[in-house]
């Protein structure tokens, strides 16, 4: 992503502001969720301000509105404005994961989140908190990624987002005119990026069993993985068509975590076997080429293989396969990947032994950066 200032494949993390400054991340991200201020963005977090009935002031807590997290003396917004500036100054990229329609509907995680963007009252309070979540960003370079898995669920009721209803009307400030459905609501984020944060880019989340199959689980050589990447691309070139690009994830945790769950959800990196690297990036590359965007790797799971295994220490191969195959992403269309973990018992780059930090050191201390972005 030139405009970004990138021409090499990027290295992304979530972790403390400790981490962060030690290694030469090129961004650094994190979630935004919880639930919505009860009669809009506040003016003050200390007077005047609730969530969910409960005062924003400190001396209430629980207070549920990322505008007020964390401290109420603080104007609304600072907690997110402060991690832009903190990005900034370690010359890493922002990305912020908007993640809030589960959180602030309090409905059930599927179905229901898609049929909850329907709702013109919660439409309403969900257009204002993005548009001031887009405030607080303005002029800076930012990554903007809206809404992990709720597309993916939007996909499996209807494969065409033109026949999903959306209350987009709800924001007539922004995005007049714009149709009823799933393609109208897409659009009319990427839209309001544009408004308020016009350097940032913004990307919906491209799930991979969006399609009612996990392709990046299959094991079946037959399968037609390009085929399954094509369906998404659809839904999402018609979803957001101006996205700057999208925004994709291998697993929500450590795969020796979910082996002690009895689920298998390791990928050979031999590639010997399915699923396994090449099967992923083969999804990914064609995704890329259907929708005619970049794709960015999003929540790669952080363990490795010389962690005795347990919480906050579990096995997995995924992030060292990256470092070890650069090439391999950027001819898939990547434009890097940001490595984190996705439930706080994960391993992260806190408790993996240094690991992906001594990695990213060493990407970047070789002469020049190791592959070209296509």
């Not at 962060?20 to 979630?31: N, V």
Request: charged share 15%.
């Amino acid at each position: 992503m030139t405009s970004l200032g990138k021409t090499n494949p990027m290295v992304g993390v979530s972790t403390s502001d400790t981490v962060a400054a030690s290694a030469p991340f090129d961004i650094r991200y994190q979630y935004l969720s919880g639930g919505f201020a009860d009669g809009g963005p506040c003016a003050s977090c200390a007077t005047g301000c609730n969530s969910g009935g409960t005062s924003c002031a400190n001396s209430a807590g629980g207070c549920a509105w990322w505008g007020c997290w964390q401290y109420d003396q603080d104007p609304p917004g600072a907690y997110i404005r402060s991690f832009i500036s903190t990005a900034q100054s370690n010359n890493q990229i922002p990305m912020i994961t908007y993640y809030e329609v589960l959180q602030a509907s309090g409905v059930n995680e599927g179905k229901p989140e898609v049929t909850i963007m329907n709702d013109p009252t919660f439409a309403g309070k969900y257009f204002a908190d993005f548009r001031f979540f887009l405030k607080q960003i303005g002029n800076s370079k930012a990554i903007v990624h809206v809404e992990p898995d709720f597309w993916g669920y939007a996909q499996q009721s209807n494969n065409d987002p033109h026949q999903i209803p959306a209350a987009v009307s709800a924001n007539s400030t922004d995005c007049a005119g714009l149709e009823e459905t799933f393609a109208g609501l897409g659009r009319c984020f990427v839209k309001m990026a544009r408004t308020y944060a016009p350097n940032a880019k913004i990307s919906l989340h491209g799930s991979a069993w969006a399609t009612n199959m996990d392709v990046l689980q299959n094991a079946s050589a037959s399968f037609d993985v390009a085929g399954e990447a094509a369906k998404l691309a659809s839904f999402m070139k018609e979803a957001a068509p101006d996205a700057d690009l999208v925004v994709i994830d291998a697993s929500d945790r450590d795969a020796e975590y979910y082996q002690s769950m009895g689920r298998n959800t390791w990928w050979d990196n031999t590639n010997a076997t399915l699923p396994n690297f090449h099967q992923a990036f083969a999804w990914s590359k064609a995704l890329s080429e259907g929708y005619g965007k970049p794709n960015l790797w999003w929540q790669v799971p952080v363990g490795n293989m010389s962690l005795p295994g347990g919480a906050n220490h579990w096995k997995d191969n995924r992030l060292d396969y990256f470092f070890a195959h650069w090439d391999e992403v950027a001819a898939s269309h990547g434009v890097g990947a940001a490595f984190g973990a996705g439930q706080g018992d994960q391993t992260n780059p806190e408790t993996d032994g240094g690991n992906l930090v001594t990695k990213t050191k060493a990407y970047y201390g070789t002469s020049g950066k190791p592959v070209v972005c296509p």
